[in-house]
């Protein structure tokens, strides 16, 4: 039921599918299950075409034999027949849609839960090279053109091929002159079209590129707005964006007049074919050849029915060409490549003593640019050890392999004499604590985001743990309490705040091995001794490797293995690293003569 | 709706012509089904085909009149929505050029991008769609109506009935529908937010092994946007087949009282088929009327959030006469000052602040996050507006300067680093657009910048930014200092600025200000004692007041407070890396 004038818009046409076939018989599959519904929908649709086609047909009858003659029984008995078929099409297109939505909401929903569970068992890897925002875009854009297919473009596509078929046999039986006569517009039409497509698609693209610039443009100032005042740059930022702007506004008004222009040849075609079937037909009369005016009637009719399919068919297979794009955007998702399987004999590991062993460990993120090399490292129940080194040294690398995050090249590392990929992954991470630098909250309750530790740990429980890590203070003295719902993932909590609530959650973990990476960013001094204070109660008779940045915990760490361009270049405790005066010596000295403190 | 109008009036002629123009593409659609009568009536009737033919070429050049009517008023439509719309957008981007610090932070960020960027194109296809659709579905539906009760009054009262039923019925639909659909946004947002969530959180979802709690948490979100998603659509599906209802059985009803009236010799066939041509062009206009209304019922709320920026009063501005200091030196004087957040509860962040900073002199302030040291330097370059009180920089209140003025003299480096895409030597040249190859490579060297920026393989011309590589926090934070040195300020205030450099480094270039700015008034907010031990004059702020001020020895001596901080810092052991 689109009207011309809206149509003619070829941004989907921007995207095409790159495997139309094998995209659609995976589509295909997903709808295997519904085929119950799709059968009687297509019934239904067929139904529809053709009762409407017919039902046209009796218009012409109607005039032709009962209202010309004055049969009112006849005009009665055809218009009951009318009603009939009216209430049926209405009922059918009811139902059709009904279980087109129904089929197309449920297909959606399932190809969403998939890339759910799918992103669940995709390797840190993934995450790293792709933007969330990329992975949202398909799970919403994408998604979204398959939904929009599925709900009605597939349907119209049928449909709209059936009323061609339908229309046309019904026209060439009347009368093949006529037929003729309606059909003479259709190439004069298909080629303005085609002329007019090319041009639209072009300026369409470049308006679209531009306007990305422009919003790429306009999203870096405002969210540097404050500099931007700061340097007084006012100006000149707005200078470049009326350039960019104007760029915009030249492609856009060509673009959209390309695009519309459509609608109205179409419109005055239609009225030309009007004529033509009206004076054709009327001619016909006039030299007395089978001809009658529920004839023409039923012509003007037909002639609409067959332009308007012809006009919207595109329109419908470009949506039907966004939304295998679309699907083939989320097939790719689909089909990366997931953490590796648990091998079958993989073990579960019961109670943990916490004796972690690295021998030999080399790895690279990519070919070619080795990361750690050769690390040997040994770790006995209970002890801290401390990774120390500068930025980029590999200190969070070794962090990303115990935890298995991404698999090691050579080598092998230990848990209690297992090698851990021979641990069920679940089952090693389980084991493992982790309480990372820049905390991850959720948009929930400061309760559930503790219980996210253990998600069967009772109230009681999350605040034993809370005042463990020194947070239960501050929660306390928030509005809701531990009810407080935190926003934006915790933006209305100071750094400090949100690391003590990661340490509440790694407490109510209560794992062998803890792995903490200290955060860097400055906090102030009271809150600092809170988080030490949280930090020991927390390491207290586990197995800890820490990313230290912090003095005391080095100090107290069982050993540093100071660690520089992926490669352990001394190990020790603190007291043994200071006379050796080498690399830590160095490290050490800076920061002490710095602070000035003894 | 107001706005549109006020941004369509610099076209207001193209905006008064796509109307007229589409009337004629409208009258010559309207105009056919009448024609038609005339040909069968005069022409097939008396079977003169010459009639016949005369007719057929007025209807054809008609509907070639009605081209030139309907691509005029395409073209007018799209120069004004598209001009319109970009002028909108251009206000909109320089009002919010002009927003202050409080503004942008009422609007938040993302929030002004999605008013200039989607709302905008919204705003944009609506003034499109209203100059040619507006305009042309009432005409068409009116002019159906009118046609028809010229042809037969009393069978046109069909369509008045089948209008109202119409109307009623799509009322009705659009009513239930509408809170229904609503709904689905917020559900659709519910999915959207488990999803980003634990794209955002992966690291923390794996490491506790939380999958299967996340998947519950999806599979609730995404079967309950599914069922409220059904139950919205389930109500306007059965807006098509009940309109299809409706126009049918008006069909049926025009033949059959047509047919009484061709009986009774008041209606002749033909204009029977004009009926249904006009009843079927009144139904389309109508759905498309509904349709359209749609889109301006959604453009209303983008139209209401870009009125919102329009309208805010933005509260720092120019002084009506601007006073220029006598002396530009940079000494600084706080005079009772007090600050609260506008519409914040209560407590003042700043109360009572009062001190005087010399030329040249380093002011280092000291305090607990949240003791209020970022919003007592975002005084000075009047980011924010003191509440009560005065601050004079070289002896003029600070709102008595232009606001160009005042930031050239004070240059802050904000606790955020934020640099833009382009080059570094572009970035650092923000300070100061006329700056030399060698000021840039001064400012970088005093920033201690330079070193890594030339171990970088295109040196200066290192696009950052997306496209370009990344560099780190820390010298992220030393571009952005150079970039503020290179303004050549009086005043340079550091807050915190040099969280993410190493501790030797953020030496250097304390060291370095020292020599090479030695004019320069410096303030320097930190969280550790070292960073600003050597200070003229160390601020101490505690719940937004002053509690003790003086030399790193004179504070040791003095203040309780001080020292407190001074031990807990030396004693525990400070920060490694930094």
């Not at chain 2, 989607?118 to 499109?128: A, R």
């Not at chain 2, 007041?545 to 020292?563: F, P, R």
Request: charged share 20%.
């Amino acid at each position: 039921m689109n009207n011309p004038h809206m149509g003619g818009r070829p941004p989907a046409s921007l995207k095409k599918p790159k495997n139309t076939k094998k995209t659609l018989a995976r589509l295909l599959k997903y709808l295997n299950k519904y085929w119950l519904q799709l059968t009687i929908s297509i019934i239904c649709i067929a139904f529809v075409t053709l009762g409407t086609v017919f039902a046209t047909r009796l218009i012409g009858v109607a005039i032709d034999k009962y209202i010309i003659t004055f049969d009112f029984q006849g005009l009665a008995k055809v218009c009951s027949m009318l009603f009939a078929i009216y209430v049926g099409t209405s009922l059918c297109m009811w139902i059709q849609s009904n279980l087109f939505l129904h089929v197309g909401q449920s297909v959606v929903a399932t190809i969403r839960k998939e890339i759910f569970e799918k992103i669940q068992r995709l390797p840190l890897k993934y995450f790293d090279n792709t933007t969330h925002g990329e992975i949202m875009s398909r799970v919403t854009n994408d998604v979204d053109n398959i939904s929009m297919a599925l709900n009605s473009s597939v349907s119209q596509v049928f449909q709209s091929g059936l009323t061609l078929i339908g229309t046309l046999a019904m026209m060439l039986y009347l009368s093949i002159p006529l037929t003729i006569a309606t059909i003479i517009t259709i190439p004069v039409m298909l080629i303005a079209t085609k002329a007019v497509a090319s041009r639209s698609r072009r300026y369409y693209k470049e308006k679209q590129e531009r306007l990305g610039k422009l919003n790429g443009f306009i999203e870096e100032i405002i969210s540097g707005q404050k500099v931007v005042k700061v340097f007084c740059q006012e100006e000149e930022i707005t200078d470049s964006f009326s350039k960019k702007n104007t760029d915009l506004l030249e492609v856009g008004m060509r673009a959209e007049i390309f695009s519309g222009i459509v609608g109205p040849i179409m419109m005055a075609l239609n009225n030309v074919t009007y004529a033509i079937v009206v004076v054709g037909g009327g001619l016909m009369m006039v030299m007395g050849l089978p001809m009658t005016l529920g004839t023409i009637s039923n012509f003007i009719i037909y002639s609409k029915q067959f332009t308007r399919p012809l006009n919207e068919l595109a329109n419908q297979v470009n949506a039907m060409m966004a939304a295998f794009a679309g699907a083939e955007r989320v097939f790719e998702v689909l089909d990366e490549e997931e953490e590796l399987e648990d091998a079958p004999e993989s073990v579960e590991l019961k109670a943990v003593r916490g004796d972690v062993v690295f021998s030999n460990v080399d790895f690279s993120y990519e070919e070619g640019h080795p990361i750690l090399k050769e690390i040997n490292l040994y770790a006995k129940p209970g002890q801290t050890i401390a990774l120390v080194g500068p930025t980029g040294a590999g200190k969070t690398t070794i962090i990303n392999l115990l935890t298995r995050f991404y698999d090691i090249a050579k080598g092998t590392i230990t848990i209690d004499g297992y090698d851990i990929k021979d641990i069920k992954r679940k089952n090693i991470r389980s084991t493992l604590g982790i309480v990372l630098q820049d905390t991850y909250l959720f948009t929930d309750t400061i309760r559930e985001n503790i219980r996210y530790g253990r998600l069967n740990a009772t109230d009681e429980e999350i605040i034993e743990a809370a005042k463990l890590a020194n947070a239960h203070e501050f929660i306390r003295r928030l509005p809701d309490g531990y009810d407080t719902v935190l926003s934006d993932s915790g933006g209305n909590l100071s750094q400090g705040q949100r690391q003590m609530l990661a340490i509440s959650r790694a407490i109510l973990a209560n794992p062998s091995i803890l792995i903490l990476d200290e955060a860097t960013s400055s906090v102030d001094t009271r809150t600092e001794v809170k988080i030490q204070e949280a930090m020991h109660n927390l390491m207290k008779g586990r197995t800890n490797f820490v990313i230290a940045h912090r003095l005391s915990t080095i100090r107290e760490a069982d050993l540093i293995a100071v660690i520089n361009h992926g490669e352990i270049i001394e190990r020790g405790n603190h007291k043994e690293l200071m006379e050796t005066k080498g690399f830590y010596y160095n490290l050490y000295r800076n920061q002490f003569e710095s602070n000035g403190a003894g | 709706m107001k706005i549109i109008l006020k941004y369509m009036k610099p076209y207001r002629i193209l905006a008064i012509l796509a109307p007229l123009f589409m009337m004629i593409e409208a009258s010559s659609e309207l105009i056919m089904p009448k024609l038609m009568t005339l040909l069968i009536n005069q022409g097939v009737a008396t079977s003169n085909s010459s009639y016949i033919l005369k007719m057929g070429a007025a209807m054809i050049s008609i509907a070639i009149l009605g081209i030139i009517g309907g691509i005029g008023c395409l073209i007018c439509a799209a120069i004004v929505s598209q001009r319109a719309g970009a002028d909108l957008r251009k206000d909109l981007f320089i009002k919010i050029q002009n927003f202050s610090f409080h503004n942008i932070d009422t609007f938040q960020t993302p929030s002004l991008i999605t008013r200039l960027t989607n709302d905008i194109t919204q705003i944009q296809m609506v003034i499109l769609m209203s100059l040619r659709m507006l305009i042309r579905a009432p005409l068409l539906c009116f002019g159906s109506l009118i046609m028809a009760f010229t042809i037969n009054a009393k069978l046109a009262m069909i369509f008045i009935i089948a209008i109202a039923i119409l109307g009623l019925a799509m009322f009705f639909i659009m009513r239930k529908a509408m809170p229904k659909f609503q709904m689905v946004q917020n559900k659709l947002d519910g999915v959207n937010t488990v999803m980003r969530e634990c794209l955002a959180g992966m690291r923390v979802v794996k490491a506790f092994v939380r999958h299967d709690y996340e998947m519950d948490k999806f599979n609730t979100a995404n079967e309950d946007y599914k069922e409220t998603n059904l139950k919205a659509f389930r109500i306007v599906i059965i807006m098509l087949p009940a309109m299809m209802l409706i126009l049918n059985v008006s069909v049926i009803a025009i033949l059959w009282f047509g047919g009484i009236q061709v009986y009774s010799g008041t209606l002749r066939i033909e204009e029977i088929m004009a009926f249904i041509t006009y009843l079927m062009q009144m139904v389309m206009s109508l759905m498309m009327m509904a349709m359209v209304f749609m889109y301006i019922s959604r453009a209303q709320i983008s139209l209401n959030r870009v009125n919102e920026v329009l309208k805010e009063e933005i509260d720092i501005v120019d002084p009506v006469k601007p006073v220029l200091p006598k002396k530009n030196e940079g000494k600084v004087s706080f005079d009772n000052v007090f600050f609260r957040y506008e519409g914040g509860s209560g407590e003042p962040v700043l109360e009572g602040i009062s001190f005087v900073a010399n030329p040249g002199e380093t002011i280092g302030i000291l305090g607990e996050t949240g003791s209020g040291k970022s919003t007592l330097v975002n005084l000075m370059p009047r980011l924010y507006d003191v509440s009560q009180g005065a601050i004079y920089i070289d002896g003029v209140d600070v709102r008595h300067y232009t606001i160009h003025e005042l930031r050239k003299k004070v240059a802050v480096i904000l606790q955020e680093t934020i640099l833009f895409t382009g080059t570094i030597r572009e970035n650092i040249k923000w300070g100061n657009k006329d700056a030399t190859e060698d000021q840039v490579i001064a400012a970088a060297k005093a920033a201690q910048a330079h070193d890594f920026i030339m171990e970088l393989p295109n040196g200066y011309d290192t696009e950052l930014g997306q496209k370009g590589v990344n560099v780190s926090g820390g010298q992220k934070q030393r571009i952005s200092i150079a970039r503020a040195i290179i303004q050549n300020p009086n005043i340079i205030i550091f807050d915190d600025s040099t969280s993410a450099v190493d501790s030797l480094t953020e030496k250097r270039i304390r060291q370095s200000m020292m020599e090479s700015h030695r004019h320069c008034t410096k303030f320097m907010i930190a969280q550790k004692i070292s960073s600003i031990k050597e200070a003229d004059k160390i601020l101490v702020l505690k719940d937004g007041k002053i509690v003790a001020e003086g030399n790193h020895n004179k504070l040791m001596e003095t203040s309780v407070d001080y020292q407190e901080i001074y031990y807990s810092q030396m004693k525990k052991g400070g920060v490694l890396d930094e």
